[in-house]
Nanobody, 119 residues
Framework: QVQLVESGGGLVQPGGSLRLSCAAS????????MGWYRQAPGKQRELVAG???????NYADSVRGRFTISRDNAKNTVDLQMNSLNPEDTAVYYC?????????????WGQGTQVTVSS
């Protein structure tokens, strides 16, 4: 069993930045692909950013150029740096882990952390 714990959410003004962090309960990066999803009120959950089997990262069109996903293998953490935030980025953000070379759905989810962008 893998546990994922997010931190770093909060309230930020439009144009501001936040950094989310996710700590995995054990070393899983060699077997799992890490990612971040979000769910806004009344909307479906969507993939924001995630690592691929080829080592690069994919981003949703709405966040490309503003968000950056990164990982620290030694610390078993994956971060999401979010810049130039706007109200449309308001959502609960979830850290996820998906087995390599598997289907699109993550196997593990964190509990979520709220990000609110408002003046």
């Amino acid at each position: 069993q893998v546990q994922l714990v997010e931190s770093g959410g909060g309230l930020v003004q439009p144009g501001g930045s936040l950094r989310l962090s996710c700590a995995a309960s054990k070393s899983i990066f060699s077997s799992y692909l890490m990612g971040w999803y979000r769910q806004a009120p009344g909307k479906q959950r969507e993939l924001v950013a995630g690592f691929t089997n080829f080592g690069n990262a994919n981003y949703a069109d709405s966040v490309r150029g503003r968000f950056t996903i990164s990982r620290d293998n030694a610390k078993n953490t994956v971060d999401l740096q979010m810049n130039s935030l706007n109200p449309e980025d308001t959502a609960v953000y979830y850290c996820t882990a998906k087995p390599r070379w598997s289907g699109p759905s993550p196997a593990y989810w964190g509990q979520g952390t709220q990000v609110t962008v408002s003046s």
